[in-house]
């Protein structure tokens, strides 16, 4: 299979699950796939980024040489909301490197105190953020706050998100 041009020919959960599927465990296809995730092209890292995340979640080892320009991609407000989004929802379900906790709650604050970022990143973030600071209540009292200091930007799936997260 030609990544490139699987991404291309369709953007479905269909095509991103054969990307998936032909990817698998394999380092070197995954290192292809990240390439297009981390490319210029709006259109392949948006395609990207969802396959991406698939993988990661069943070959979360494929992610560690990565880690560093996928938390440059949530620090950037320049790339595709769809990266974004993959990536912060990728982080909620593997282990952030101690090295990198600041850096990733950071950006997922920003994330979350930015009321024009899509519902979606900002809960995505609120998770991050929040098992980043699980032992820290000082930064769980941050996060607290800047969850409700947009309440016309909180949806009910925001709320929802918030009270099973934070227990507000």
């Known amino acids: ?27 070197v296809k995954f290192k292809e796939l990240m390439g297009h995730s981390l490319g210029d092209s709006y259109h392949l890292s948006q395609r990207a980024a969802g396959a991406v995340t698939y993988c990661a979640e069943y070959h ?14 949530l620090e ?8 974004r989004r993959n990536v912060v929802r990728m982080f909620q379900f593997i282990d952030i490197p101690k090295r ?13 105190d930015n009321p024009r970022e899509s519902i979606a990143v900002r809960a995505f973030a609120l998770t991050v953020a929040a098992k980043v600071a699980k032992d820290m209540p000082d930064l769980l009292n941050e996060l607290l706050l800047v969850a409700k200091k947009y309440p016309q930007a909180a949806s009910a799936g925001f709320r929802s998100r918030c009270q099973s997260v934070l227990g507000v």
């Open 100 to 112: 990198y906790e600041g850096r990733v709650f950071d950006a997922c604050y920003n994330l979350l």
């Open 60 to 73: 979360r080892e494929l992610v560690k040489p990565y880690f560093n320009k996928l938390v440059e991609q």
């Open 76 to 83: 950037r407000s320049d790339v595709h909301v769809a990266v």
């Open 1 to 27: 299979m030609d990544i490139r041009e699987a991404l291309l020919a369709e953007h479905s959960k269909t095509q991103t699950r054969k990307i998936v599927d032909y990817i698998a465990g394999d380092a």
